[in-house]
């Protein structure tokens, strides 16, 4: 009789799949492991410009850092009264969703067996600018709606391929913030 044995995962799609497999599993007998607090530092340089930097993170039980600090520029177009250095803010949000949904289909695809070939992805976000300039209080600040979709081809038939966006809509950290909500609290230190 043969031991029933499987096959040891290679990495996918450029994802170390044992890696991921060995976290999942890591995490899962210790769950003091999953608290994560990710920051970033924003300064301001001129006009609606800005530069934030994310270089340490809380997470696994201790202090961590990136291999080197990753920037962000946000700034708004001229039409906005901007120098256009940079995306907006509410642009680097829709980068965020985005980003956050392609990982995960990517990761799972990976831990799935299911090698993607082409995977592309596009947010857009409607807003309307009388909440934000003041001139009307009864239109939101925000978006008020954002629609993703999907371009995704793989060697898994089509219905396969769908389930993966969903789960990564289903898992999606960014996503959760956006149609959940999130506390959100402001602190304020004057200088003189």
């Known amino acids: 009789m043969q031991p029933n044995t499987k096959p040891a995962r290679l990495p996918l799609n450029g994802?170390?799949?044992p890696n991921l497999l060995a976290t999942i599993n890591f995490v899962a007998g210790q769950p003091e492991l999953a608290k994560f607090q990710f920051r970033a530092h924003n300064e301001w340089?001129?006009?609606t410009h800005s530069k934030t930097v994310m270089n340490g993170f809380f997470g696994a039980g201790q202090e961590q850092k990136h291999e080197k600090p990753h920037y962000a520029d946000a700034d708004h177009p001229a039409i906005l009264c901007g120098a256009d250095n940079a995306p907006t803010p509410v642009e680097w949000l829709l980068h965020g969703l985005a980003g956050c949904l392609m990982a995960g289909v990517a990761n799972i695809a990976a831990a799935r067996g299911i090698k993607l070939t082409k995977v592309k992805c596009s947010v857009d976000g409607d807003i309307d600018l009388r909440g934000i300039l003041g001139?009307?209080?009864?239109?939101?600040?925000?978006f008020q709606n954002i629609q993703v979709s999907f371009e995704i081809e793989g060697d898994a038939p089509a219905e396969k391929l769908q389930q993966l966006v969903e789960q990564s809509r289903a898992r999606s950290a960014v996503f959760d913030v956006l149609t959940k909500?999130?506390?959100?609290?402001?602190g304020i230190e004057t200088i003189q």
């Open 15 to 17: 994802v170390d799949t």
């Open 181 to 186: 909500g999130v506390p959100v609290t402001v």
């Open 135 to 142: 001139i009307s209080d009864e239109v939101r600040n925000g």
């Open 45 to 47: 340089i001129e006009g």
